[in-house]
């Protein structure tokens, strides 16, 4: 039974490109959220998607936008790149209808560096 | 506004000690779960364990226990007989309420040598 998987799992962009992460959940589940985490940090919740909707969003500028699609797979873009977007980006996927209750199972991330 | 602290930034014993990690939150919700993760080199996060706030029992579970105390907002983490494979960053973290978003802490780095 595959858990989930990342893609890429290490890229390299400069100031002002954009970049897509991609995210298949756990068989099974039917949301995703996204986290990042800064080096020597915990990790930050960007958003999480439901039924193809973004149904919750943490305190991130809309340069970071996302989408799920009908497999329940997703995709983290980022525009305009920082340096401080320099990060590894985690995707957690769970079955709705725990709420708090929920485990989320998490992917090795994609680690974005930004020069 | 909710708040996880881990205040150990990094601990590091010799195998076989018993080693704790810290957790203090912050929630007014009556309502909320505590989790702890383990973040290996790997990166990914491995789910150890979850506990709701009307669940104040204490649980082991093999060389892991967990203290909850709800009068001093802790949420405490020990390994017994610690061994290299131990070695890794340890999360605690908190959701409150019907949604399943975490708040993290900053994580204790765990370093066993042999």
């Known amino acids: 039974d595959a858990g989930v998987t990342q893609s890429p799992t290490h890229l390299i962009k400069t100031r002002g490109q954009q970049v897509t992460l991609r995210c298949s959940p756990k068989?099974?589940?039917?949301?995703v959220s996204w986290y990042q985490q800064a080096l020597g940090q915990g990790p930050q919740f960007i958003f999480q998607?439901?039924?193809?909707?973004?149904?919750q969003r943490g305190n991130f500028p809309d340069r970071f936008s996302g989408h799920q699609f009908p497999n329940y797979s997703s995709e983290l873009n980022v525009n305009a790149l920082l340096l401080g977007d320099s990060a590894l980006y985690l995707c957690?996927?769970?079955?709705?209808?725990?709420?708090?209750?929920?485990?989320?199972?998490f992917g090795a991330g994609s680690r974005l560096t930004v020069l | 506004a909710q708040k996880v602290t881990q205040a150990q930034t990094e601990i590091s014993v010799v195998e076989k000690e018993d080693v704790t990690l810290d957790c203090v939150y912050e929630?007014?919700?009556?309502?909320?779960?505590l989790f702890w993760y383990k973040q290996p080199p790997s990166g990914e996060l491995v789910f150890l364990i979850r506990?709701?706030?009307?669940?104040?029992q204490n649980e082991i579970s093999g060389r892991y226990s967990w203290n909850f105390q709800k009068s001093t907002s802790s949420f405490n983490f020990t390994i017994t007989a610690s061994q290299v494979v131990d070695s890794a960053v340890y999360f605690c973290?908190?959701?409150?309420?019907?949604?399943?978003?975490?708040?993290f802490g900053t994580g204790t780095r765990l370093q066993v040598f042999p």
């Open positions: 973290a908190l959701s409150v309420g019907l949604t399943d978003k975490l708040i």
């Open positions: 957690a996927s769970s079955l709705a209808g725990r709420g708090g209750a929920n485990v989320l199972t």
């Open positions: 068989s099974g589940h039917d949301t």
């Open positions: 929630t007014r919700d009556t309502t909320y779960y």
């Open positions: 506990r709701n706030s009307f669940d104040e």
């Open positions: 998607y439901y039924e193809e909707e973004e149904r």
